[in-house]
Nanobody, 115 residues
Framework: QVQLVESGGGLVQAGGSLRLSCAAS????????IGWYRQAPGKQRELVAG???????NYADFVKGRFIISRDNAKNTVYLQMGSLKPEDTAVYYC?????????WGQGTQVTVSS
């Protein structure tokens, strides 16, 4: 079993920054890739960024150059540093990982970017 808990969301003005954190339970965190996803009202959940167990990263085109994903395996935590935020980045942000064919999600954290 894996439990994921996100934090760090909030209200920020356009052009501002936020750092999201996702803390994972258990001892297997370092063995698996993990990603940040987001879901805006009326839209499907989409991948924002991912990081493999080895530290390789990938980003959706719409956040390249603005967001940075990182992980700290000693703390069982993955981070999403978000900069140059835009109103269209407003969404609930989730971390997620798949272990043994089963997907695990946190409860999400709201990010609202005002114009």
């Amino acid at each position: 079993q894996v439990q994921l808990v996100e934090s760090g969301g909030g209200l920020v003005q356009a052009g501002g920054s936020l750092r999201l954190s996702c803390a994972a339970s258990g001892s297997i965190f370092s063995l698996y890739a993990i990603g940040w996803y987001r879901q805006a009202p009326g839209k499907q959940r989409e991948l924002v960024a991912g990081v493999t167990s080895g530290g390789s990263t990938n980003y959706a085109d719409f956040v390249k150059g603005r967001f940075i994903i990182s992980r700290d395996n000693a703390k069982n935590t993955v981070y999403l540093q978000m900069g140059s935020l835009k109103p269209e980045d407003t969404a609930v942000y989730y971390c997620g990982m798949t272990v043994g064919g089963r997907s695990y999600w946190g409860q999400g954290t709201q990010v609202t970017v005002s114009s």
